[in-house]
């Protein structure tokens, strides 16, 4: 981490919390979580509740596709932080190999027509010009896609896309590969829940 | 048999009611109106650097030096920021804080213009 008030300056309650889940969890808290209690009524309190609606609310997409919509923004982000992170968890929960490689080769169109046209429109709307062309939600639609999902997609992609930057920036990172896995499970485990009270 | 009074639900049972609840809070609250709300946060919270600073960063206009190039990169090449950057933005602006103020703002504004460029063509799309 490259600002040092992440890793020791959180008020009592969160450096509380923070060593709680260094305790359990055997290693180091995830670096989202230091930045989200840091002055949590800057920016963690809001976001957190709004990182949990798009990950884990009411979707057409099930949770396992948002992993993967979120890990595909960061390839696309350069962000090996949350690629690392957020393929492990749609590793987990499809019980298949998902890697950064993989979603680099997603034109191939192993990820089914529905996500490999979610993927187009994605990577549009995050490399292209500041307007983007109809006919990307068109390709969409027709490969079967609800305007509901699309939308639900970009608030993905919004969440990850904010995120990527500040990992980027701020240098996140894990010590190890178990570190990554525990990571990665711990925070599908917690369903990207901090309780309220953290976050005051 | 673990000891519970008679009538009240299972441990399980009152998680599941509570992520219920939880969700009917997280829909009623648009995903725009927590946006909005995320922006106004990173505004109107006292913080290190300068209201009107933040906001600018927030908007995606042009902030003075020492954060012009710093802004500029984590809107843009966030990839390529180095333990150098950080440290000339520290000893500039004389705090971590505004540091992380200032990528906050500019994390969030470049991700709203993306998300606005989505819905724009979503909406225009018909």
């Known amino acids: 981490m ?19 889940i260094r305790l359990a969890s055997r290693t180091a808290p995830d670096p989202v979580a ?5 002055r949590p009524e800057l920016f963690g309190s809001r976001w957190l509740q709004l990182v949990e609606s798009a990950m884990r609310g009411p979707s057409e997409w099930s949770e396992a596709e948002r992993e993967l919509l979120g890990a595909f923004v960061s390839r696309l982000n350069r962000c090996p932080f949350c690629v690392g992170i957020h393929t492990g968890i749609a590793e987990h929960r499809l019980h298949e190999p998902v890697t950064g490689e993989r979603l680099d080769r997603w034109r191939d169109g192993e990820f089914g ?81 901090v309780p309220r009270l953290l976050l005051r | 048999m673990a000891l519970r009074p008679r009538g009240l639900p299972p441990p399980e049972r009152l998680v599941v009611v509570l992520r ?34 933040r906001e600018a960063a927030l908007r995606g206009v042009r902030v003075p030096d020492p954060w012009t190039a710093y802004v500029e990169k984590v809107r843009h090449a966030s990839y390529g920021i180095t333990d150098q950057d950080i440290e ?8 971590e ?30």
């Open chain 1, 2 to 20: 490259r600002l040092r008030v992440l890793d020791g300056g959180h008020r009592l309650r969160q450096r509380i919390a923070l060593t709680m």
């Open chain 1, 34 to 38: 230091k930045v989200s209690l840091y």
């Open chain 1, 113 to 193: 027509p529905r996500l490999t046209a979610t993927f187009a429109f994605l990577e549009g709307v995050m490399t292209g010009p500041p307007r983007i062309g109809s006919d990307a939600v068109e390709r969409a639609r027709a490969a079967g896609l609800s305007d509901a999902a699309l939308s639900d997609t970009l608030y993905v992609g919004f969440v990850f896309d904010t995120i990527n930057r500040v990992a980027n920036a701020l240098g996140f990172g894990w010590e190890t590969e178990a570190d990554r896995i525990k990571l990665a499970r711990s925070l599908d485990r917690i369903r990207y829940h």
């Open chain 2, 20 to 53: 219920r609840i939880t969700g009917r809070t997280l829909r009623a609250m648009t995903r725009g109106d927590q946006i909005a709300g995320l922006s106004a946060g990173l505004v109107d919270t006292t913080g290190v650097t300068a209201r009107e600073l």
């Open chain 2, 88 to 95: 000339y933005v520290v000893a500039a602006s004389g705090s």
């Open chain 2, 97 to 126: 804080d505004a540091v992380f103020e200032m990528t906050l703002a500019a994390a969030v504004s470049a991700a709203a213009d993306r998300l606005e460029a989505g819905l724009r063509a979503l909406r225009e799309a018909g």
